[in-house]
């Protein structure tokens, strides 16, 4: 198992900033990718931002150039800066990790518990 614990979000203002952090525990030797996903009221829950161990990554294109993403594999954690937030950016942040789960390979996603983010005037 992995475990997830997030911190970060908050209310802000347009055009404001929020960095969001999670730290993976558990099993943390298994996970290849961690990463960002949201989803805001009424709509599915979409990737926002991912890196893979390697360094392979993955952004939402309406982030693209707002949204960095950045891992330390050493300390098992992922940090989300989102700069130049628009309302639309509201929603509930959530912490995912893909970790291997057998010898085969097979792969599973864990999930924080999400953090709220509000951008709002």
């Known amino acids: 198992q992995v475990q997830l614990a997030e911190s970060g979000g908050g209310l802000v203002q347009p055009g404001g900033s929020l960095r969001l952090s999670c730290v993976a525990s558990?099993?943390?030797?298994?996970?290849?990718?961690m990463g960002w996903f949201r989803q805001a009221p009424g709509k599915q829950r979409e990737l926002v931002a991912t890196r893979t161990n390697g360094g392979s990554e993955n952004y939402l294109d309406s982030v693209k150039g707002r949204f960095t993403i950045v891992r330390d594999n050493a300390k098992n954690t992922a940090i989300l800066q989102m700069n130049g937030l628009k309302p639309e950016d509201t929603a509930v942040y959530y912490c995912?990790?893909?970790?291997?789960?057998?010898?085969?390979?097979?792969?599973?996603?864990?999930w924080g518990q999400g953090t709220q983010v509000t951008v709002s005037s």
């Open positions: 995912n990790a893909v970790a291997t789960v057998n010898v085969e390979g097979a792969t599973r996603h864990f």
């Open positions: 558990g099993r943390t030797y298994a996970i290849t990718t």
